[in-house]
C-alpha cells in the first residue's frame, strides 16, 4: 500500500506542475501580438496538456485504487470533501482545455490579469486537499 501512496503523490505533484503551469501559458498567450511568438506558447501549452491529462490519469486510478481497494478515507466526512474538491480541479483540468481551444481560434476575450487569477484556483485547490489529508479535520 504505501507503494501505492508513494507513486499516488508522485502523480498528483507532477499533474498539479501542468495545472500550475499552462494558466501561466495562457498569461503570455493573452499578453502576446506577434503571430509566431503566439504560434510557439500554443504548440508548448498543447503539449503540456497532453502530458498532464496523462499523469492526471494515473493519479485519479491510484487514488481510486487506495479508496476502494484499502478503504482509505471511506465513510470521513474529510475524504468526501476532498473527492468533491478533486472533482472540481478535474474540471479546472478541462475548463483549460476550453480556453486553449479559444486561443487557437483567436477567440480569447480575457485579460492576462484575468488568467492571473485563475492561475491561483489549483493553488487553493492543492492547498486544501493537502490540509484535508494530513489533518482529517471531520474524522
Same mark, same amino acid.
Not at 20 to 43: C, G, Q, S
Not at 87 to 92: T, V
Given at each position: ?6 507513486? @499516488? ?8 506542475? !501542468? ?5 501561466? /501559458? ?14 510557439? &506558447? ?12 496523462? &499523469?492526471? /490519469? ?7 485504487? &487506495?479508496?476502494?481497494?484499502? !478503504?482509505?478515507?471511506? @465513510? ?12 472540481? &480541479?478535474?474540471?479546472? @483540468? ?11 481560434? !483567436? ?33
Amino acid at each position: 500500500m504505501l507503494w501505492l501512496k508513494a507513486l @499516488h503523490i508522485v502523480f498528483v505533484a507532477s499533474w498539479f506542475a !501542468g495545472l500550475f503551469y499552462l494558466p501561466r /501559458i495562457f498569461v503570455n498567450l493573452a499578453m502576446e501580438d506577434n503571430d509566431i511568438a503566439k504560434m510557439r &506558447l500554443l504548440l508548448m501549452a498543447n503539449k503540456l496538456y497532453r502530458f498532464m491529462t496523462l &499523469l492526471m /490519469i494515473p493519479a485519479l486510478v491510484l487514488g481510486l485504487w &487506495l479508496w476502494f481497494g484499502y !478503504g482509505i478515507g471511506q @465513510h470521513s466526512a474529510w475524504m468526501h470533501l476532498k473527492l468533491a474538491l478533486v472533482f472540481l &480541479l478535474i474540471g479546472y @483540468h478541462h475548463l483549460c482545455k476550453r480556453l486553449l481551444k479559444q486561443f487557437e481560434r !483567436g477567440d480569447n476575450a480575457r485579460s492576462h490579469v484575468w488568467y492571473r487569477w485563475f492561475n491561483e484556483v489549483p493553488v487553493l485547490g492543492m492547498l486544501a486537499v493537502v490540509i484535508l489529508v494530513v489533518v482529517k479535520p471531520f474524522q
